[in-house]
């Protein structure tokens, strides 16, 4: 099903709804947002009031904020151009955005082609969570970009998709577009990561992030911090893949990054194809009520590193200022 985005109340929905969802894609859809205000706004004002509305859609993934705010500066210089920088900006962070997932990539092919290099004799074996793949990032993905151009380049790999409930993100999106792509992959309940990482048939762990501190704490879907435990406790490298503009250095830590509490019906129902359309099915008494919360903080003393668009570097405040500092 395809949605039309006619005005930003309609962008507010799609983001807020996750009919858009991932960081990267759901900064670039901001920006279009801001787009199709400043087409009716009459001044600097109105549309500052449209930026802050559509600001609030959802309040973990830092690049919402980072996309509206980039383009509101570049339009205070001149607001009478505002339609012309708002489409000129948005189509430059798209662009971007493909182009940034792409260096991720040929960063972590690296880690992969190393993993690759001690056991040769079978394929790397890779654990994801959640969705960080073309469909939340325009395209490539951050988590799914280095597995694309490893799988590309003829090394044998094999993806451990976790379901990631409550909305299946892994199960639904990151093994269709692994499958679209011909990568070897089998979807696993959330809970099977770690006895996998126990029976040695993990060797590396990469996910995405909705927002990172400056300390090197990441935000990510709930449940991210579990299999980060589980692979420290087993000695697996743990990677989180992310572009610049997904770091938040106002932040200190990850205790201060806002965790967004959700509908408890995606906890409640679980949606699936039956019969050849999509239908929802109660899966929890209706009298108890449900908690859904949709981040975790996994803490940077357990992130092997971080697997950016300028390079690989740990989890660390000098390190990550120092990508900076090259930007």
């Not at 859609?57 to 920088?85: C, G, H, Y």
């Not at 798209?94 to 056991?119: D, P, Q």
Request: with cysteine; hydrophobic share 40%.
């Amino acid at each position: 099903m395809i949605k039309k985005l006619h005005n930003p109340q309609d962008v507010f929905t799609a983001i807020n709804e996750m009919y858009v969802r991932g960081a990267p894609l759901i900064g670039v859809c901001a920006a279009y947002g801001i787009y199709l205000a400043s087409i009716k706004s009459k001044s600097f004002e109105d549309l500052t009031k449209i930026a802050s509305y559509l600001k609030t859609a959802r309040p973990t993934a830092v690049n919402l904020e980072w996309a509206v705010d980039r383009i509101m500066n570049k339009i205070a210089e001149d607001f009478s151009s505002a339609q012309k920088i708002a489409l000129e900006e948005a189509s430059k962070i798209e662009s971007e955005s493909i182009l940034e997932c792409r260096s991720i990539g040929e960063y972590g092919l690296k880690i992969i082609e190393e993993a690759y290099k001690r056991n040769p004799d079978r394929p790397v074996q890779i654990l994801t969570h959640c969705n960080a793949g073309w469909l939340a990032c325009v395209d490539y993905g951050t988590a799914t970009a280095p597995m694309y151009l490893a799988h590309d380049a003829g090394i044998p790999i094999h993806v451990w998709v976790d379901e990631t409930r409550p909305r299946n993100q892994g199960a639904r999106i990151t093994a269709f577009e692994l499958g679209e792509h011909g990568i070897p992959h089998t979807v696993i309940v959330d809970n099977l990561g770690g006895l996998l990482m126990q029976q040695k048939k993990v060797d590396l762990v990469i996910v995405g992030s909705d927002r990172t501190a400056r300390n090197g704490d990441v935000a990510n879907k709930i449940g991210t911090y579990l299999k980060a435990l589980a692979a420290y406790d087993n000695d697996v490298p743990f990677y989180v893949a992310l572009p610049l503009s997904t770091f938040d250095l106002s932040l200190d830590n990850g205790a201060q990054i806002p965790i967004e509490e959700r509908n408890q019906e995606e906890v409640d129902m679980v949606q699936g194809l039956l019969n050849g359309k999509i239908e929802k099915v109660r899966i929890s008494p209706i009298a108890s009520p449900s908690l859904n919360l949709g981040f975790d903080i996994t803490p940077a003393k357990f992130v092997t590193g971080l697997i950016t668009n300028l390079g690989v570097c740990g989890a660390k405040e000098e390190e990550i200022l120092k990508l900076f500092e090259i930007k």
